[in-house]
Nanobody, 128 residues
Framework: QVQLVESGGGSVQAGGSLRLTCAAS????????MAWFRQVPGKEREAVAI???????AYPNSVRGRFTISQDNAKNTLYLQMNSLKPEDSAMYYC??????????????????????WGQGTQVTVSS
């Protein structure tokens, strides 16, 4: 029974920072891929950060060097630290979890279809 709840979105000026939080239940982090996605009207939902069971991370070129994904197993919480925000970062941001893995050396992917569980989203608006 996986449940994901995002928080921390809001409005910020270009160049500012936000930290998004995903409170997760029913997730064992060393058995799931976790990810943050974003979506704007008229565009496809896209991954901005992924993290695996041993905290290996990956980012697309659009956010690399500005965004950092992390997970706190003790608090059962996923984070996305966003720095140097740009207006084009404005979107609804979603927390996502993949299916449970029995293979301890599983690989995570950017494709949205890989993820089985989703939060309801938190809005980020960056003004210029």
């Amino acid at each position: 029974q996986v449940q994901l709840v995002e928080s921390g979105g809001g409005s910020v000026q270009a160049g500012g920072s936000l930290r998004l939080t995903c409170a997760a239940s029913g997730v064992t982090y060393n058995r799931h891929c976790m990810a943050w996605f974003r979506q704007v009207p008229g565009k496809e939902r896209e991954a901005v950060a992924i993290i695996d069971g041993i905290s290996r991370t990956a980012y697309p070129n659009s956010v690399r060097g500005r965004f950092t994904i992390s997970q706190d197993n003790a608090k059962n919480t996923l984070y996305l630290q966003m720095n140097s925000l740009k207006p084009e970062d404005s979107a609804m941001y979603y927390c996502a979890a993949g299916a449970v893995n029995s293979n301890p050396r599983f690989v995570c992917y950017f494709e949205r279809g890989f993820y089985r569980y989703w939060g309801q989203g938190t809005q980020v608006t960056v003004s210029s």
